[in-house]
């Protein structure tokens, strides 16, 4: 696990209170998303793919299926993701 708080994250949000903190096992991350501003926002993820272990151009990112909390949707890397207030994402990363 890689909080939200470490400068060292390979994960990062485009906005300050929309936090990402991830999980890296192998070639798969968990990225969990929570928007702690009292506004809806669209981000941006950004990646360190080295740290990641992975290639941006054969990788996709995906919300997957969770009952009572997310419905599956797929996302691009470069895609903006919209996230409301007081919610958030958990997303899978990874090689295609």
């Known amino acids: 696990m890689i909080g939200y708080w470490d400068k060292e994250s390979p994960v990062k949000t ?3 209170n929309v936090k990402a903190t991830v999980y890296v096992k ?3 991350t968990l990225i969990a998303i929570g928007n702690f501003n009292d506004k809806d926002q669209n ?3 950004s990646f360190d793919w080295k740290t990641l272990g992975l290639t941006p151009g054969n990788t996709i990112l995906d919300a997957p299926e969770i009952k009572d909390f997310q419905q599956a949707v797929p996302f691009g890397v ?3 993701i919209p996230v409301k207030s007081k919610q958030g ?3 899978i990363l990874q090689e295609n």
């Open 14 to 16: 485009s906005h300050a």
């Open 26 to 28: 192998g070639k798969q």
């Open 43 to 45: 981000i941006k993820l």
């Open 78 to 80: 470069n895609d903006t």
């Open 89 to 91: 994402w958990l997303l």
